[in-house]
């Protein structure tokens, strides 16, 4: 079992920034994937990043050059720091880790981002 923690969301105003933390409990911590998704009402989870074992990392498109996810194993945690919200970023925050194929999920934070 691998318990995930996020925490770092909040209200922002369009344009500002808010970094995300999630901290994953394991001695194997390093060869995780490491995920966000996010969430609005009526919707599905939309996989927004990954940080693979190996460093690589994808984001979808909407947030490509505004989001940066990285990833700390000697801490066991991972970041996702966001830049240039907008509105349409407004949602419940996941934190998923992946350990030998098997998700673990965060129980998740909003952010919101309004003027």
């Known amino acids: 079992q691998v318990r995930i923690v996020e925490s770092g969301g909040g209200l922002v105003q369009p344009g500002g920034s808010l970094r995300l933390s999630c901290a994953a409990s394991?001695?194997?911590?390093?060869?995780?994937?490491m995920e966000w998704y996010r969430q609005t009402p009526g919707s599905l989870h939309e996989w927004v990043s990954s940080?693979?074992?190996?460093?690589?990392?994808d984001y979808v498109a909407s947030v490509k050059g505004r989001f940066t996810i990285s990833r700390e194993n000697s801490e066991n945690m991972v970041y996702l720091q966001m830049n240039n919200l907008k509105r349409e970023d407004t949602a419940i925050y996941y934190c998923?880790?992946?350990?030998?194929?098997?998700?673990?999920w965060g129980r998740g934070i909003q952010v919101t981002v309004s003027s």
């Open positions: 394991g001695t194997d911590f390093h060869a995780y994937v």
């Open positions: 998923r880790a992946v350990r030998l194929g098997i998700p673990y």
């Open positions: 940080v693979n074992s190996d460093g690589s990392k």
